[in-house]
């Protein structure tokens, strides 16, 4: 058995020291009033004008971005050419009244005092993540690898030679042929395999996922898919996928949750409603943006698809146009935390339903985004998806599906075993929302 290389550089050391909450916070105050006082020292009575003819146009624009997307010929022509003219006219006002420096510094200054208050409460909450457990190393690894996964990522990082160099047997699977992913992680385990692992896309890592917690085994992740949403909230280095190998030898254990949608795991997301019923176009892989627009007409306003109805534990959601269910919940509030999930192991469902009918909600949404009236987040232990039609399009981890109605989302919470490397990057901690008032007490806060 190799050893993990001692005289690799632990780049968390390197970090440069953070600068803490209660100095984040203070700055953004200081720059928020700041920019209160360049709108009303400055620009006086025309102030209002700058605030109410700014939130017009992003108002405008996304009244314009709906009509784009919710309809065809020259109102969708019209609706982007109001998307666009919109915030155009808006800057066109503020250079003939000589407001456009007052509307630029006050605008810099809230994006400043933003994103010093976001940093201030990230600085703030410490990661509340899963405990990790030291276990003995595994005696027979076995690893499933998807040669065409990413790009072929598992040439290109060697992760063949390096996997086998410390110990594990490789079963790559056949860039020619579709396979039973579930059914060779079976044989593993058959022949006496005490950890599975995949080196490949989200859709085979829940796969394999769901042997390994039926067997009470360690599952190993090696982030060597496209986007390798499950690898990041695991904390796992996405862009060195053979540092996900490292765990063979010097790793611990998480006990995390699997989701369940029709008796089928996934680790990621189950979507329903407009984004399910796009996928399913086989022209979708190579011409997303055109399949999308020339599918979301008729989707929007309800002449296709059918129309869904979520008992979210009970709760009614009627006719969602979008409906995601996730493996734990997924940041909504923060900018840099959204699709990311702290947790894993909450044993929650995340539940997004996003429902639009006309240019007012459309533009509710650009102003107050996911606290307008069309958009619900809720969690749940059970989500159950019922509709006017026999099946209905589903995307599992991104893979479509038609699965008959009606259709459950369950969570099994602490099901698997994951084994992670101990030295990996981490998830990052991420505010919810935006809290004004813990900013306050931020700032407030004495510091030595």
């Known amino acids: 058995m190799i050893g993990v290389d001692r005289g690799r550089t632990d780049v968390s050391r390197l970090r440069a020291p953070q600068i803490r909450a209660p100095w984040l916070a203070r700055a953004a105050l200081v720059c928020a009033c700041a920019a209160v006082v360049v709108l009303v020292v400055v620009a006086g009575l025309r102030s209002a004008l700058v605030v109410v003819a700014g939130l017009l146009g992003l108002a405008l624009a996304g009244a314009g971005a709906w009509w784009a997307l919710s309809r065809r010929g020259p109102l969708r022509l019209g609706g982007l050419c109001l998307a666009v003219a919109a915030p155009v006219a808006v800057l066109l006002l503020y250079v003939r009244t000589g407001l456009w420096a007052v509307a630029v510094a006050a605008l810099a200054l809230w994006a400043v005092a933003q994103s010093c208050a976001w940093a201030a409460l990230r600085r703030d909450r410490t990661p509340d993540r899963p405990p990790a457990v030291r276990r003995a190393p595994p005696r027979r690894p076995v690893l499933i690898m998807n040669p065409k996964s990413g790009g072929g990522k598992?040439?290109?990082?060697?992760?063949?030679?390096?996997?086998?160099?410390?110990?594990?047997?490789?079963v790559l699977l056949d860039a020619s042929a579709r396979q039973d992913v579930a059914a060779l992680a079976r044989r593993a385990v058959a022949d006496g395999a005490d950890l599975l692992g995949v080196a490949g896309g989200d859709g085979t890592q829940a796969l394999v996922a769901d042997v390994a917690a039926e067997h009470d085994l360690p599952f190993l992740v090696v982030c060597a898919g496209t986007r390798n949403h499950f690898a990041m909230d695991l904390g796992l280095d996405r862009d060195d996928p053979a540092t996900c190998l490292d765990a063979l030898v010097d790793g611990e254990e998480l006990r995390i949750d699997l989701g369940s949608v029709a008796g089928r795991p996934f680790v990621n997301t189950v979507s329903f409603g407009?984004?399910?019923?796009?996928?399913?176009?086989?022209?979708?892989?190579?011409?997303?943006?055109?399949?999308?627009?020339?599918?979301?007409?008729?989707?929007?306003?309800?002449?296709?698809?059918?129309?869904?109805?979520?008992?979210?534990?009970?709760?009614?959601?009627?006719?969602p146009q979008v409906l995601l269910v996730s493996n734990n919940n997924y940041a909504t509030g923060d900018p840099l935390g959204a699709g990311r999930r702290m947790r894993l192991d909450?044993?929650?469902?995340?539940?997004?339903?996003?429902?639009?009918?006309?240019?007012?909600?459309?533009?509710?949404?650009?102003?107050?985004?996911?606290?307008?009236?069309?958009?619900?987040?809720?969690?749940?232990?059970?989500?159950?998806?019922?509709?006017?039609?026999?099946?209905?399009?589903?995307?599992?981890?991104?893979?479509?599906?038609?699965?008959?109605?009606?259709?459950?989302?369950?969570?099994?919470?602490?099901?698997?075993?994951?084994?992670?490397?101990?030295?990996?990057?981490?998830?990052?901690?991420?505010?919810?929302?935006?809290?004004?008032?813990?900013?306050?007490?931020?700032?407030?806060?004495?510091?030595?």
Do not use: M, N
């Open 154 to 170: 598992v040439a290109r990082f060697g992760l063949v030679a390096r996997a086998e160099a410390l110990g594990a047997e490789v």
């Open 346 to 448: 909450d044993g929650r469902l995340g539940v997004l339903s996003l429902r639009v009918t006309d240019v007012a909600g459309a533009a509710e949404i650009a102003l107050k985004g996911d606290q307008a009236e069309g958009v619900t987040a809720l969690d749940a232990r059970e989500v159950v998806v019922t509709a006017d039609a026999a099946r209905i399009p589903v995307a599992v981890d991104g893979e479509a599906l038609v699965l008959p109605v009606p259709v459950r989302c369950s969570i099994r919470p602490g099901v698997l075993r994951v084994r992670v490397p101990r030295d990996r990057p981490g998830v990052p901690a991420f505010a919810a929302r935006l809290d004004w008032t813990r900013v306050v007490e931020l700032a407030l806060t004495r510091t030595g």
């Open 274 to 319: 407009a984004y399910a019923a796009i996928v399913q176009h086989p022209e979708y892989r190579d011409a997303k943006a055109g399949t999308a627009l020339e599918a979301l007409p008729g989707l929007l306003a309800g002449y296709d698809g059918a129309r869904l109805t979520a008992l979210v534990d009970g709760a009614r959601l009627d006719d």
